[in-house]
């Protein structure tokens, strides 16, 4: 049989080939292709069947001639093929002993829909919270961290706290008193990383990063009370002359006095069932005299919570001494470095490495809610291999507000809107202001025209004024506190459920701070701010992108009318048609 032509010979010899010997493609109809399918299936068919009728003859045929015959046939037309002998012991057997990751009991559990605890148990074992302290696995402690959303790094890290009293840390007469008569019934996230790491033997230093809110207070307080409650008790003779013990430093004179209230707390519980400590607790803040400062610390101090201006002043008029610090704990270091006081926090560090007489045993700790770069360059400079933490994304972190921005061009407009808003929230209720004249103003119109009482507090307010005032809020005499961004950083008033902000603030990060005075600690808040015609357009775009895209509780709202005016996501849309 000779071979087909190649596409060369045939387009040589093109005008030598018949038409009918080429024929071009052609598409067939249905009726068509069945046409030429049919013949061949039948064809087929018919092969088939002569196959198995020969076969059957043969059959027939090998059935007549005998059983010789057949086997004649048979082992002409079949090979013989013999079965092949492993040559092997037991123990080349890699299967002995086999334990297949998938319990074999899960099937049997599986068909009986009653037995879900026990398929989970079978399968995963006991959750972390049942288990022991013993019995704890790597991946338990993984799966503990992934639940409150803790990371750490540095080394050597403790374990977090799954309780007060597991790992007798605190002590049960401490343990009793945060639980029974403080009423704190668990650790939160950041003080379960913090306070193992923070009481180790070897004093390691340490920097936690958790958000404003989220219990970062007791975090340092409960080592520093632990560690002196380990140490013998000192005359305040001895207290006036050696100093504090532990010093905190904090960025706002209102968050330093609110630290000092809460150590006042476990102090005097304490003080009671042991009075031969009889802890004193100090802060030194803005506002007061060095007179007064001095008779404070005039009965020796153990704890002292200072702004960091304030204790340069103290320190370099030689009030106390500092050389006998164990503890040193930098506060809201984000925002100490946010309002200014980068430079004075380094002073502050190299004094107190110059005078102490105990470096070697001084701890240093610092908490922050971001890690800037001026904190990271503090935390790399001062502290000595510290142990990391974070802890991100907790429902007690996570701050539930719910923003509504609203378009009311004058202050009278404003105002009604308040009166319609009193009746909604419960007080406590923050109203923020920009100018010291609208709080006036605001307070005269709620005495005129309402029965609700006010307190207010700004810049041109004395100290005692200002303290003043936050007491009444907090002891419930007043419902509304009208105040200036001196308060919107670093100020806990607990349970505030509305904050409203009458004028919109010169600074965005003032927005945030404002907003986030309410909706602390798991805790849901509504903000409400009223923007008017003539606002920079930059900050209402940055509020219009914040209430987008911070809104855990899904309700937010931001005026229309503002979107139009201010031409808001329309640089976007453009964007995206290019």
């Known amino acids: 049989m000779s071979r087909p032509p190649s ?13 009918n010997d080429l024929l071009r493609p052609k ?9 030429v399918i049919k013949p061949s299936i039948t064809a087929q068919s018919q092969r088939n069947s002569r196959s198995q009728l020969g076969m059957r003859k043969l059959s027939e045929s090998n059935e ?4 010789q015959n057949a086997s004649d046939h048979v082992k002409s037309t079949v090979v013989k093929r013999t079965k092949f002998a492993f040559d092997w012991s037991e123990d080349s057997d890699t299967l002995a002993g086999y334990q297949p990751i998938v319990n074999p009991q899960l099937s049997s559990l599986l068909q009986n829909e009653q037995h879900n605890s026990s398929l989970e148990l079978a399968y995963m074992g006991k959750p972390w919270r049942e288990k022991t302290w013993e019995e704890m696995t790597d991946r338990d402690w993984r799966i503990l961290k992934e639940e409150f959303e803790i990371t750490t790094k540095g080394g050597s890290i403790e374990n977090p706290l799954r309780n007060w009293h597991e790992l ?24 379960r990383i913090a306070i193992p790491n923070i009481c180790r033997k070897d004093k390691r230093d340490f920097l936690g990063i958790a958000s404003t809110g989220s219990g970062k207070t007791l975090a340092f307080l409960i080592p520093i009370l632990t560690r002196m409650n380990n140490s013998q008790p000192r005359p305040i003779a001895v207290k006036t002359l050696e100093g504090p013990k532990a010093i905190v430093l904090a960025p706002t004179r209102e968050l ?7 150590a006042k707390k476990m102090v005097d519980c304490w003080n009671v069932q042991h009075p031969q400590h009889s802890y004193q607790v100090v802060s030194i803040v803005g506002g007061h005299s060095l007179e007064e400062i001095t008779l404070g610390l005039s009965n020796g101090t153990d704890i002292l919570v200072a702004t960091p201006g304030r204790l340069i002043d103290s320190l370099e008029s030689h009030l106390f001494s500092a050389r006998q610090v164990e503890m040193l704990v930098l506060d809201e270091a984000d925002k100490m470095i946010d309002l200014g006081f980068e430079e004075q926090l380094t002073k502050i560090l190299n004094i107190l490495e110059a005078s102490s007489e105990v470096i070697t045993r001084r701890q240093t700790i610092m908490f922050t809610a971001t890690m800037s770069p001026s904190v990271e360059r503090i935390a790399n400079g001062y502290l000595h291999k510290p142990a990391y933490a974070t802890v991100t994304g907790t429902e007690a972190s996570v701050p539930q507000i719910r923003q509504i921005i609203c ?11 308040i009166k319609g808003l009193l009746s909604e929230y419960s007080a406590p209720i923050i109203v923020f202001i920009t100018y010291k004249k609208t709080a006036d103003w605001l307070a005269q119109k709620f005495y005129q025209e309402t029965s609700v009482k006010v307190t207010v507090l700004h810049g041109s307010k004395s100290q005692e004024q200002r303290e003043h005032s ?7 005499k007043v419902q509304v506190l009208i105040a200036s961004n001196v308060a919107a950083r670093g100020l806990d008033i607990p349970n505030v459920s509305l904050v409203l902000n009458f004028q919109v603030p010169k600074q965005f990060e003032d927005y ?8 602390r600690a798991g805790s849901k808040g509504t903000a409400v701010s009223f923007l008017g015609d003539d606002e920079n357009p930059e900050i209402v775009e940055a509020i219009w992108k914040y209430s987008r895209d911070n809104n855990p509780t899904n309700s937010n709202e931001f005026d229309y009318s503002l979107k139009t005016l201010y031409k808001l996501g329309k640089n976007e849309m453009n964007e995206i048609i290019l």
Do not use: M, W
């Open 27 to 35: 598409f067939l109809s249905k009726s068509e292709r069945q046409k």
């Open 407 to 417: 378009h009311i061009s004058t202050d009278e407009q404003r105002f009604q809107k």
């Open 168 to 191: 007798g840390l605190l002590g049960k007469e401490l343990e009793n008193i945060l639980v029974k008569r403080l009423g704190y019934k668990e650790p939160t996230p950041i003080q």
């Open 64 to 67: 007549e001639e005998g059983p």
């Open 7 to 19: 596409l060369s010979e045939l387009l040589r010899s093109k005008s030598k080939i018949k038409n």
């Open 512 to 519: 945030i701070h404002r907003i986030g005075r309410t909706g």
């Open 256 to 262: 330093a006095q609110q630290i000092q209230q809460e």
């Open 470 to 476: 936050l007491q009444l809020l907090r002891t419930g």
